[in-house]
């Protein structure tokens, strides 16, 4: 079983379209109750509910039960963690004066591939 707070987990957990809705939906509107899931997407409850556990399970959403309903609101660090793993991406932004990057192995620069092909 995957573990929460685990980046993959994560990651996997909202690469469904459905999921990624549930959980725009749930950062819109914090304290969801699971039945209103189905009046928003075009799923039956027990698919909302399977993708509730994956969201549950890989640490990005929270329950809080109400009665006979299960509330699911975000957890905010779990998404700050996301947003620092695609940061953590980015390439390093370039000085302006900088000379730009020479171009890597195996590639072939602009000039060498028109003049190889006779233009």
């Known amino acids: ?14 690469a469904h379209p459905t999921r990624l809705g549930m959980l725009r939906q ?8 699971a039945c209103d899931f189905t009046e928003l997407f075009a799923v039956r409850q027990p698919t909302i509910s399977q993708h509730l556990k994956v969201l549950r399970e890989a640490g990005l959403v ?12 975000v957890r905010p660090e ?3 963690r996301l947003a620092e793993l695609v940061q953590s991406l ?4 370039q000085d302006p004066l900088a000379a730009p990057p020479s ?3 195996g590639t ?7 003049a190889s092909h006779g233009a």
Not at 63 to 70: A, L
């Open 1 to 14: 079983m995957p573990s929460a707070d685990d980046p993959l987990s994560m990651l996997r957990a909202i």
């Open 26 to 33: 749930l950062a819109a509107t914090p304290e969801t109750c």
């Open 62 to 73: 929270r329950t809080r039960r109400e009665g006979t309903k299960i509330c699911y609101s």
């Open 78 to 80: 779990a998404v700050a």
């Open 90 to 93: 980015q390439p390093p932004a």
């Open 103 to 105: 171009p890597g192995p």
């Open 108 to 114: 072939r620069s602009r000039s060498r591939a028109t």
